[in-house]
């Protein structure tokens, strides 16, 4: 059975500071996804992540993928207020039959103050 | 934005009673799916269908039903609502590539 953990769950963060978010899984698996969730809202693709070493940029985030760890970092670079939300990551299966279907990590709560 | 809209957004319902959510996309994509999202489990898989009349069982199907008659609604019934299915449920679509697109969600409280 697939397993996803992320850590921190809860991160409390001051502005202009860096931090990492990880998220690790337990079996071997196709790709990975990470996830931003604004309260009350839908989810936003952030990073689709494909292979061993993949690495994709956006603005203060950096997502990169260890499959051979199975482990993934979401980096935050010079954290900004408007980076508050709950952050998410999740993984597809490896095989055939997985048809897309995402296990998710529990969410990590990102608050950045002043 | 992918075109995906979910009805309702919001309902109240009484335990024991029947509940049909609906997912609607224009994307003409292949594969959905019904997660619900509950305080500290992130988002689970309820079920899930890879063509149009083609459904299976994901992680916490217990307690509902689907149904997929045409490729741009996929239907999430729960037979009779309990208070444990209190969540707020989100459709998913994709085209069988890398991406998942999420609809905006259905707020369910059972009472």
């Known amino acids: 059975e697939l397993k996803v953990e992320q850590n921190p769950l809860f991160l409390s963060m001051q502005e202009g500071k860096n931090y990492t978010i990880y998220c690790n899984y337990s079996t071997t698996s196709d790709r990975l996804y990470w996830y931003r969730q604004d309260p009350g809202k839908s989810l936003e693709s952030l990073f689709v992540?494909?292979?061993?070493?993949a690495v994709k940029q956006e603005g203060r985030l950096m997502a990169s993928l260890d499959t051979k760890a199975r482990l993934s970092t979401l980096h935050i670079t010079a954290a900004v207020h408007d980076l508050s939300a709950t952050y998410f990551c999740a993984v597809v299966g490896a095989g055939g039959t997985s048809y897309g279907k995402l296990t998710f990590g529990q969410g990590t709560i990102l608050t950045v103050h002043p | 934005d992918a075109g995906i809209t979910q009805s309702p957004r919001h309902k109240v319902t009484e335990t024991g009673t029947p509940v049909t959510l609906r997912c609607h996309q224009t994307?003409?994509?292949?594969?959905m799916y019904w997660y619900r999202q509950d305080p500290g489990h992130g988002l689970r898989l309820i079920h899930y269908s890879y063509g149009v009349k083609d459904t299976d069982k994901g992680e916490v199907s217990d307690g509902y039903s689907v149904s997929r008659s045409k490729t741009e609604d996929f239907l999430l019934t729960l037979e009779s609502a309990t208070s444990s299915q209190t969540s707020v449920y989100f459709c998913?679509?994709?085209?069988?590539?890398?991406?998942?697109?999420f609809g905006p969600g259905t707020r369910l409280t059972v009472t």
């Open positions: 992540l494909l292979s061993n070493g």
């Open positions: 994307e003409n994509h292949r594969y």
């Open positions: 998913a679509i994709s085209s069988g590539s890398y991406e998942q697109y």
